[in-house]
């Protein structure tokens, strides 16, 4: 069965840190842009971090730039999310997802793994 699988989520305080695992199994992540999505309750879903195939290009929304960084391991199928310095509005749960197209292009990915919660208190 094809799936991809984030983790890591949880409860932190404002100024810490959390890292974020999407485990591909079924399926290579080789060749794919990855991207970590997240939706706020009441918001829509936005693209905050991607990297592309081959790891040499990433992509960060501004709110996160300076704080996230998006990283792969082609052979071990997973991608990261290290997010520091973490504030209450990053509260959300977060995707990560498979783009066939441009990396850095949020319509692109159309391969969805499950969210991993992440709230932050203030």
């Known amino acids: 069965q094809e799936q991809l699988v984030a983790s890591g989520g949880g409860l932190v305080q404002a100024g810490g840190s959390l890292t974020l695992s999407c485990a591909a199994s079924?399926?290579?992540?080789?060749?794919?842009?990855m991207g970590w999505f997240r939706q706020a309750p009441g918001k829509e879903r936005k693209l905050v971090a991607s990297?592309?195939?081959?790891?040499?290009?990433?992509y960060y929304t501004d709110s996160v730039k300076g704080r996230f960084t998006v990283s792969r391991d082609n052979a071990k199928n997973t991608v990261y999310l290290q997010m520091n310095s973490l504030k209450p509005e990053d509260t959300a749960v977060y995707y990560c997802?498979?783009?066939?197209?441009?990396?850095?292009?949020?319509?692109?990915?159309?391969?969805w793994g499950q969210g991993t919660r992440v709230t932050v208190s203030s």
């Open positions: 990297i592309s195939w081959t790891g040499g290009n990433t």
């Open positions: 079924g399926r290579t992540i080789s060749g794919y842009g």
């Open positions: 997802a498979a783009s066939g197209g441009v990396y850095d292009h949020p319509e692109s990915y159309d391969y």
